[in-house]
């Protein structure tokens, strides 16, 4: 019967849109990197940390006062007890789990039988529960013990990317790291116990086993704070060896950790790049550097927020001296697109290598991945292009019909191609621009003739209504211009800048 | 019959072939020049009958082709640094004639001017602009690329004003473009020089015979204000 309401509940649970839009809500605002509000909740709990830390210092000295008490011992407590147990909640989903093992009892036609499905649900918590940074949680919570409060710094580490990195790294040496921790412990013992031994009775500092072992500890470290010294001649002989020994150990444990630094030095610069970009709600992934490429950045470096993925290390070190953000990755490959936050961020993805078989690939897993992703990409033969449609691409480039197109301009209309190159090229003296009608600046209202853009030295070519999909070419004078209207206007570049400044002054 | 216009294509690549099949078109008269033969053997195939297997790096060679000043040159070869000697070379013995080229990279684009290149159209230059433009400028894309798309509705026309148009000694600011339907972009005034000048730019120039006047409207009003400027001249 408990069992039967149970698999009720969860199948509620399962179909409420409400338990599973919050569950996503709490989850985003604590574990998903790319969720704007996280950063918020992410600088209340560290300022939650440094305050409790800052009072507990404070207090040592100077008393404990009422306010701050109740303040570190209630507030701080409940709020981190709080986050322990959303943490907790969001890490897995009870409900799946029980009607999981509902529709496998119900395959095999056989009892459910809930303790079956609860202790996966314990298996599935308690994975949590000894993860490091849910006991540094737990510890955070704990008011009884006031001087253990001071551990609640190690909460920071949720939030310090370089020290989760440094964790990482350590982890890809864990044999070789482990393999010297077990050569230390044994270093120590030996040698503590042969002290022991030795001068247990002799040496007036070495009272117990532990005094020999923390000497060891000391020697072998290389530290020697003098107050336990041998006082035998084979008491010597052994801080000797431990010395040296201790030394040796050293050595190779730093080597370990420099290796595996410089083995993921580039990774660590990657994520740090993939990191920063995602912080944006706009940017730009280029895949394939060339001559396309490099002259793009020269003319639009998209401020800064944009990202070349190189698969070739050699190459990606050589766009890295030439001053450009890059990544070296594989972005065919599924999981390097997901690295960046497609989610909630407006992603362009140029794919302009020479290689029309990678470009069309690289198009599909990006819009296989999300429809939202705009992709540029660039067609080596006019033939290609559509395929690069079929595959989902938002524009197509085939730079030498461009070009082509460019030539038999400049052959059969020579001073059409003067302006079309000056207008592509963005020349001060032919800027082509496009002007927002935006909320409360001046033009909202305005008819074309009351402008007086010929005064103004502007042409207006057309307005796109933000109503109408279709472009109003050369639109008659008595049109009055609305809020979110686009308007074409061509002329020099400083008479564009002006009129922009004097009717959108207000919201600069 | 009247004059064909002819081009000299130097290079016959992938690209090339799409250019000289446009002007072909167009009406030019093409002579392909090449100095690899498998290239060669691909445009007399193609039907470039009056094609010329030449080593290009030859003087000699070049100035047996007789070149006529009113021809079109287009350096199309694929190696860039034959590219850039050939334009040089070119240059030195044509010096009248429009040389055009195409380069694939902006170091060869600077090389290219200075050799003597009148026009230089950089293949990944136009593309990067293109690219900037459909971030930057979307509704500019979408309207150059319907001036670049075969089945355009607006277009750029460049018209020659004729003697005793209605167009020749009439004042800019005193032509009614709207009336046509078509928007007045720049001018080629013949008695300042051969730079554009911009319509928004302010000067409000006599317009004279032989002058050049872009115009950017629908494709049908461009056609209607040609036959009206036309229309009285013989």
């Known amino acids: ?220 470290a290389t530290v020697g704070y003098g107050d336990i010294a041998p006082v035998t001649t084979m008491g010597r002989i052994i801080s000797m060896i431990a010395i040296i020994t201790g030394l040796v150990l050293m050595a190779f444990a730093t080597s370990v950790i420099v290796s595996a630094f410089l083995e993921k030095l580039n990774e660590i610069k990657d994520n740090r790049l993939i990191d920063s970009i995602n912080k944006e709600d706009r940017f730009v992934i280029i895949c394939g550097y060339g001559q396309m490429a490099k002259m793009l950045l020269r003319q639009n470096n998209f401020d800064n927020k944009y990202v070349i993925i190189e698969k070739d290390s050699n190459i990606a070190s050589q766009i890295a001296k030439d001053g450009f953000n890059v990544i070296t990755d594989d972005v065919s490959r599924h999981d390097v697109i997901t690295k960046f936050n497609i989610q909630y961020a407006n992603v362009s993805i140029l794919c302009i290598g020479n290689d029309d078989v990678e470009n069309i690939y690289i198009t599909l897993t990006a819009k296989s991945l999300s429809k939202d992703i705009r992709v540029i990409a660039r067609a080596s033969d006019i033939s290609m292009k559509k395929k690069f449609v079929l595959a989902g691409a938002d524009h197509v480039i085939v730079p030498n019909q461009m070009a082509n197109i460019m030539l038999l301009t400049s052959i059969k209309q020579p001073v059409v191609y003067n302006v079309m190159h000056a207008l592509l090229a963005g020349k001060h003296a032919a800027y082509l621009d496009e002007i927002k009608v935006l909320a409360y600046d001046g033009l909202i209202g305005k008819s074309i003739q009351e402008i007086e853009f010929k005064t103004k030295k502007l042409l207006l070519i057309g307005i796109q209504k933000e109503d109408h999909n279709d472009f109003i070419f050369n639109p008659p004078a008595s049109t009055i211009l609305e809020q979110n209207d686009i308007l074409l206007i061509m002329g020099p570049k400083i008479s564009v800048e002006h009129f922009i400044n004097s009717f959108q002054r207000s919201l600069k | ?136 400028k979307p509704i500019t894309t979408k309207l150059m690329d319907n001036f670049i798309s075969p089945s355009h509705e607006f277009s750029f026309k460049e018209f020659t004003i004729p003697k005793n148009s209605f167009l020749d000694g009439a004042i800019i600011d005193e032509v009614d473009f709207d009336k046509f339907g078509i928007i007045f972009t720049g001018i080629v005034d013949k008695e300042l020089g051969d730079e554009l000048i911009f319509a928004a730019s302010n000067i409000n120039h006599k317009i004279d015979n032989g002058d050049i006047i872009i115009c950017i409207g629908k494709n049908e009003d461009l056609v209607k204000f040609g036959k009206y400027l036309y229309k009285d001249i013989a």
Not at chain 1, 125 to 139: G, H, M, R, T
Not at chain 2, 20 to 32: C, G, K, P, R
Not at chain 2, 38 to 64: C, H, M, P, R, W
């Open chain 2, 1 to 136: 019959m009247k004059n064909k216009k002819h081009a000299w294509i130097f290079g016959y690549s992938k690209q090339s072939r799409s250019i000289a099949a446009s002007l072909l078109a167009e009406n030019f008269s093409i002579t392909i020049i090449e100095n690899d033969d498998k290239n060669f053997q691909d445009a007399l195939s193609d039907g470039y009958v009056n094609s010329v297997l030449i080593d290009i790096t030859a003087d000699t060679e070049l100035e047996k082709l007789d070149i006529k000043q009113s021809d079109w040159i287009l350096c199309l070869m694929e190696d860039e640094y034959l590219n850039v000697f050939l334009t040089l070379s070119l240059r030195a013995s044509c010096t009248c004639n429009q040389i055009i080229a195409i380069s694939h990279s902006i170091y060869s684009t600077q090389k290219l001017i200075m050799a003597g290149a009148n026009q230089v159209i950089d293949v990944y230059q136009v593309s990067a602009n293109r690219i900037h433009n459909i971030f930057e």
């Open chain 1, 1 to 220: 019967m408990f069992s039967k309401y149970i698999v009720k509940f969860a199948f509620g649970l399962y179909n409420s849109k409400r338990y599973t839009s919050t569950k996503k809500f709490f989850y985003d605002l604590l574990e998903n990197e790319n969720y704007h509000y996280k950063k918020i909740v992410d600088i209340f709990l560290i300022i939650l940390i440094l305050s409790s830390v800052i009072e507990l210092i404070y207090s040592i000295k100077h008393g404990v006062h009422g306010w701050l008490y109740i303040f570190d011992l209630y507030i701080v407590s409940i709020v981190f007890g709080i986050e322990y147990m959303l943490r907790l909640w969001v890490h897995s989903d009870m409900h799946k789990i029980i009607i999981k093992e509902y529709e496998r009892s119900q395959f095999l036609k056989i009892q459910f039988k809930f303790y079956a499905a609860f202790i996966q649900i314990l298996t599935e918590k308690w994975n949590y529960i000894k993860s490091p940074a849910a006991i540094i949680d737990l510890i955070a919570i704990s008011p009884t013990y006031r001087e253990l409060r001071i551990l609640r710094i190690f909460k920071l580490l949720r939030y310090t990317t370089s020290i989760g990195q440094f964790i990482n790294v350590l982890k890809t040496k864990r044999f070789e790291l482990m393999t010297l921790l077990i050569l230390l412990i044994f270093l120590i013992g030996t040698t503590g116990v042969a002290m022991y031994a030795l001068e247990g009775n002799i040496n007036k500092n070495i009272n117990s086993i532990f005094d020999a072992v923390y000497w060891a500890l000391i020697t072998t």
